[in-house]
Structure formats: C-alpha cells, structure tokens
C-alpha cells in the first residue's frame, strides 16, 4: 500500500521547462517500478518514463531526449524533468507505483500540464 501526490504541473509556453514531482507515503527503494504516465483529453492513458529499483529507466520515444526521469530514495520522491516541452505535451501527468512489495499497482491524483503554442 502507497499513496501517491503529484506536483509541479502548470502552464508553459512551447519551449519550456517544468519538473514534476511525486511524494510516496512510504519508502520507494524497494518498490520494483515508479513511473510516470500522462492522459490527454478524449485519449487512453500512455506511459512517459519508468524507472525501476535498481536505476534502470525506459522511456517512451516520443518524449526521449527533452523528459529524464529520477528518483531519490531518501525523499520518497519521483521526478520528471521535462524540457523543450511541446503542445503534444499537454496531458494530466499521474505518478504510479507497482511491484510485490506494495501487492501490486497504484496511482496518484495527477497534475495537469498544459502547453501553448
């Protein structure tokens, strides 16, 4: 059992930066996999950045190269770094967590970023 609180969203222009944040309500460092995903308006939920326990990240392609994702097991903490953000950009941002540990998939509330043209 996590719980999971997002922040950081906001609103940017195109070529912009904002860092993300999630707080877990417990320790992360054993926890298999933490993770960003991101819903946009009228589309299915898709994943942006995992990172796993023993620091191994993956990302999706649309976003490598301007996103990093990080965790900091002494904050309990996840981040995302994202950068020369985009207008596709735009979605709800939700934080997960998943693994044996925590018995099994959980999500945060979400942070809505919003990215002008």
């Known amino acids: 059992q996590v719980q999971l609180v997002e922040s950081g969203g906001g609103l940017v222009q195109a070529g912009g930066s904002l860092s993300l944040s999630c707080v877990a309500s417990?320790?992360?460092?054993?926890?298999?996999?933490m993770g960003w995903y991101r819903q946009a308006p009228g589309k299915q939920r898709e994943l942006v950045a995992n990172v796993y326990s023993g620091g191994s990240t993956n990302y999706a392609d649309s976003v490598k190269g301007r996103f990093t994702i990080s965790r900091d097991n002494v904050k309990n903490t996840v981040y995302l770094q994202m950068n020369n953000l985009k207008p596709e950009d735009t979605a709800v941002y939700y934080c997960?967590?998943?693994?044996?540990?925590?018995?099994?998939?959980?999500w945060g509330q979400g942070t809505q970023v919003t990215v002008s043209s």
């Open positions: 417990r320790s992360i460092s054993r926890i298999d996999v």
């Open positions: 997960h967590a998943g693994g044996a540990i925590i018995r099994g998939t959980y």
